[in-house]
């Protein structure tokens, strides 16, 4: 009885209904177009038309190609894009029933911005790296996917490629590495993802020297702290509350020497965690490099594990959260002798420690917003501590062979600090 009350009240309305006929729809109205880099915005009034399903926009690129979108009945505009040059191009807009039968073209003139491969490209600055070259690039804000590509003139004068990135971030820091420190003819160009190319833009350079430190020769150093009677003392109470007072749990491999233990993200028992209870922040540690290096950069991995283990896994969950550092001080020591009870504590002591550098810590997109759960949060995310966390060190700075890393704040306002691996590059002569 249902099933024919249902049938019945169809009735023949539903089969005169015009969606899905055959029937020319009306055309839209143009009502504005908002030109931007390297597109436009087509804004449009829609007709009273059941008839009518999509719109559909054609034109042909500067480069002659021609291209097409579509904006469903529910929407009011349509992007039009892929321009390698600014300047005016004529866009038709078709209305589509639901029987694929288009009305005539509106016609419609847009005048798209330079587009972001070419404004990218003019604001692209280059600089020399450590054995390598470097560009810094903004992307204005459009999120546009762009691929930066890095060239090295070979003997014979050719163009050999020797890196690319491919990212929309608004800021690009490209880096490429692996370079003989000679000098040499470099370039960078851009695409974007149309295949319009910018012109080889070129620098001549020297890469700057540096070799990895060697970790063999690290070793934990405590520092000589002053008591309440005025007496230098070296004990446990060094180092800012306990920065050393290691956290353990059954099956850890918690210690102050998987700092450099050559394990980046593989497991994330072994690593260095203090205490999460009975603490307090800041925290800082110093390590003993061996001898005396002029740092150029440090790389270090927070606690992770890079594989993937599975949605129960934790090989993530310590990483934008949970004790991962957030604002941090490098310092470096004064004294670079073997005898480190000539070492002091107060780090506010300026002529016992240099300040190396202040940094926040920040995700891919430049923000510290935290990821919960058993995630990195974007494959830019990832990517950026794959690589590693690069902090980098001022050319003015003096040798040192004792290195102070001090925790102002983690992420997750936890007070237990969690570390993996640190990577020191410089060079000892």
């Known amino acids: ?50 008839n009518l399903k999509y719109v559909k926009a054609v034109w042909t ?20 894009e892929g321009f390698g040059t600014a300047g005016q191009y004529n866009v038709n807009l078709y209305s589509v029933s639901t029987g694929e039968v288009a009305s005539e073209p509106v016609s419609v003139n847009i005048n798209p911005q330079t587009p972001p491969y070419i404004n990218t490209y003019n604001n692209m600055e280059m600089f020399p790296y450590f054995m390598g070259i470097r560009a810094s690039v903004t992307n204005n804000h459009t999120n546009a996917k762009l691929s930066i590509y890095a060239y090295k003139k070979t003997s014979d004068q050719q163009w050999e490629e020797i890196g690319s990135i491919h990212t929309s971030l608004d800021t ?79 099956g850890s491999a918690v210690s102050f020497a998987a700092l450099w233990d ?7 028992s072994y690593c260095y965690h203090t205490k999460p209870s009975g603490t307090k922040l800041p925290q800082s540690f110093c390590i003993n490099l061996g001898k005396p290096y002029t740092l150029s950069r440090l790389l270090f991995w927070p606690r992770a594990a890079s594989t993937n283990m599975g949605s129960s896994s934790n090989d993530w969950q310590f990483v934008w959260t949970s004790g991962m550092p957030l604002r941090i001080r490098l310092y470096g020591a004064t004294y670079t002798g073997d005898d480190v ?43 950026k501590l794959e690589r590693g966390l690069e902090i980098l060190f001022p050319s003015t700075a003096p040798k040192i062979r004792y290195f102070r890393f001090q925790t102002l704040e983690t992420y997750g306002k936890v007070n237990a600090v969690m570390l993996d691996e640190f990577e020191f590059y410089g060079s000892d002569k």
């Not at 690129?61 to 039009?80: C, H």
């Not at 160009?189 to 690290?218: A, G, N, V, Y």
């Not at 940094?359 to 923000?367: L, V, Y």
Request: aromatic fraction near 8%.
């Open 61 to 80: 690129t500067d480069d002659g190609v021609e291209m097409d979108a579509t904006a469903s009945f529910y929407t009011d505009s349509i992007l039009v």
């Open 172 to 250: 690009i820091d490209f880096k490429v590495t692996g370079q003989d420190t000679l000098l040499s003819q470099y370039g960078f160009r851009i695409r974007d993802r149309w295949q319009h190319w910018s012109e080889m833009k070129t620098f001549e350079t020297t890469p700057w020297w540096e070799e990895l430190c060697d970790k063999r020769l690290m070793r934990e150093c405590k520092v000589t702290r002053v008591n309440d009677d005025g007496e230098n003392v070296w004990d446990d109470k060094c180092l800012d509350f306990q920065g050393h007072d290691m956290h353990s749990w059954s």
């Open 341 to 383: 009870t000539n070492l002091k504590d107060d780090i506010n002591d300026t002529d016992a420690w240099i300040l190396l550098n202040e940094e926040i810590i920040t995700r891919a997109d430049g923000t510290i917003d935290q990821v919960l759960g058993n995630a990195v949060g974007t494959d830019e995310d990832r990517a």
């Open 1 to 50: 009885m249902i099933a024919a009350l249902l049938l019945y009240a169809c009735g023949e309305d539903s089969v005169n209904d015009p969606r899905g006929s055959k029937e020319v729809p009306k055309q839209v109205t143009i009502t504005r177009v908002r030109d931007i880099e390297g597109a436009s915005v087509i804004y449009y009034d829609r007709p009273d038309d059941q």
């Open 262 to 268: 050559g394990r980046k993200m593989s497991n994330t």
